[in-house]
């Protein structure tokens, strides 16, 4: 996914020039055509991801889309004020990639995993977040980053995620994608993530359990309208993200969940990282087990919660 969304950047680049790269030391020979085609708009600075910020907005101010990458911790944790000033407070035209979103890096420890990118993103006014579930929804997304107003954060896996998405379902930054149709429960899902929701309402359905399967490449803007019709026709809301319960997909689900003012209860669960720094190394996949983030911890969540809707009340 990373390579797909780095070679559209160069892509675009070659199209548009308004467009300008700003790394921060990234790995030898990253975008090397780039750099050897267009030197002019190819920037690699150090580590220094604060100076890059305020380098983005200023040659945003003068009418450049700026892309800037790096690690998803250094971009959203230590720049956090000058993205919020230099960017959010201008709206301006940069979009910050962030490698490894989520448990990626689970060989770096603590550190390096982005488990709460969204919730922080998520706080600051005019920016939007957008996290594709594969390479292939990423090479559809990056064209439509060019002309979008204002800043953006775009999420990225770590590559060679199976694909699961299609082109069939017009993809649009700020519209969610119903995966498909279910009328006992529904999940709600962001990014990659998205595999093990579609594992999980197949597991269910040979169970005779039709979960509706909602995807969400967009976290902000929200598409609340769909989250919350998809809601209305089930008794069962279960969300599934790489990436904190506090503040992220699940928090902005519970939202639309809360002031919905349904006619039915509803039973709602959100299935993320706990309130605390995963201690454990290892690989992603090893992480996510740790931490529930499985179809068949969505399953079984599915069936509690479905359990105890279809009790009968006293």
């Given at each position: 996914m990373r390579?797909?969304?780095?070679?559209m950047v160069y892509e675009l680049a070659k199209k548009d020039e308004r467009i300008v790269f700003i790394g921060s030391d990234l790995g030898v020979g990253t975008l090397k055509q780039f750099k050897l085609e267009m030197p002019g708009r190819f920037f690699m600075e150090g580590v220094s991801e604060a100076n890059l910020i305020g380098m983005a907005a200023g040659f945003a101010m003068e009418g450049k889309v700026?892309?800037?990458?790096?690690?998803?911790?250094f971009l959203t944790r230590r720049c956090f004020e000058q993205i919020a000033l230099d960017l959010c407070l201008h709206r301006v035209n940069v979009r910050l990639i962030g490698n490894g979103g989520g448990l990626v890096y689970a060989p770096l420890g603590p550190t390096h995993l982005a488990i709460e990118d969204i919730a922080i993103m998520r706080a600051l006014p005019n920016m939007a977040i957008v996290a594709p579930a594969d390479a292939e929804e990423m090479r559809r997304l990056?064209?439509?980053?060019?002309?979008?107003p204002g800043p953006?954060?775009?999420?990225?896996?770590?590559?060679?995620?199976?694909?699961?998405?299609?082109?069939?379902?017009?993809?649009?930054?700020?519209?969610?994608?119903?995966?498909?149709?279910?009328?006992?429960?529904?999940?709600v899902t962001t990014g990659v993530m998205l595999k093990a929701a579609l594992e999980?309402?197949?597991?269910?359905?040979?169970?005779?359990?039709?979960?509706?399967?909602?995807?969400?490449?967009?976290?902000?803007?929200?598409?609340?309208?769909?989250?919350?019709?998809?809601?209305?026709?089930?008794?069962?809301?279960?969300?599934?993200?790489?990436?904190?319960?506090?503040?992220?997909?699940?928090?902005?689900?519970?939202?639309v969940i809360a002031e919905g003012n349904f006619n039915a209860s509803k039973r709602f669960k959100r299935l993320g990282i706990r309130d605390l720094f995963p201690e454990k190394y290892g690989s992603q996949d090893s992480l996510?087990?740790?931490?529930?983030?499985?179809?068949?911890?969505?399953?079984?969540?599915?069936?509690q919660l479905l359990e105890v809707s279809d009790r009968p009340t006293v």
């Open positions: 390579q797909v969304c780095l070679n700026v892309y800037v990458n790096t690690i998803a911790t990056m064209p439509l980053t060019v002309n979008y953006l954060y775009i999420r990225l896996a770590k590559g060679s995620d199976p694909v699961v998405t299609t082109d069939q379902t017009p993809l649009e930054i700020g519209k969610a994608v119903l995966m498909q149709e279910g009328s006992d429960a529904l999940l999980a309402a197949s597991l269910l359905a040979t169970k005779g359990i039709e979960v509706a399967v909602l995807h969400m490449p967009t976290v902000k803007p929200l598409d609340a309208d769909t989250i919350a019709e998809q809601a209305d026709r089930v008794s069962v809301i279960v969300t599934m993200e790489e990436h904190s319960v506090i503040g992220g997909l699940g928090s902005a689900v519970a939202e996510m087990t740790h931490c529930g983030l499985t179809a068949h911890s969505a399953v079984s969540t599915i069936e």
